[in-house]
Nanobody, 125 residues
Framework: EVQLQASGGGLVQAGGSLRLSCTTSGFTFDDFAKGWFRQAPGKEREGVASIDSIDGSTYYPLSVKGRFTISVDSATSTVFLQMDSLKPEESGVYYC??????????????????WGQGTLVTVSS
């Protein structure tokens, strides 16, 4: 059974940092691309970071590039998201996901097969 468990969310002031973790099991970790997605109330789920399973290429939207960093630890099958200089508008539930998205669709939620339960991030102004 594939399982993903996200953690590390919390309350942080604007400009602060958080590191999210996603522990996984039940599949061959290195064979899947990994992604982090954010969903704010009333909004669609949007991709904020992803990493390719083939060569480790990373993808970020311009809005977070330079501030968010996705990384993996294959030894523990864990995915991380380091978020720096957080902004209030980046509050929401953050989800980790794995799948086999096409290179041009790394930020598309529907391209991912398995999802964690989400962890809430609140950035206060």
């Amino acid at each position: 059974e594939v399982q993903l468990q996200a953690s590390g969310g919390g309350l942080v002031q604007a400009g602060g940092s958080l590191r999210l973790s996603c522990t996984t099991s039940g599949f061959t970790f290195d064979d899947f691309a990994k992604g982090w997605f954010r969903q704010a109330p009333g909004k669609e789920r949007e991709g904020v970071a992803s990493i390719d399973s083939i060569d480790g290429s990373t993808y970020y939207p311009l809005s977070v590039k330079g501030r968010f960093t996705i990384s993996v630890d294959s030894a523990t099958s864990t995915v991380f998201l380091q978020m720096d200089s957080l902004k209030p508008e980046e509050s929401g539930v953050y989800y980790c996901a794995v799948g086999h998205p096409h290179e041009d669709r790394m930020r598309i939620a529907s391209e991912y097969n398995y999802w964690g339960q989400g962890t809430l991030v609140t950035v206060s102004s």
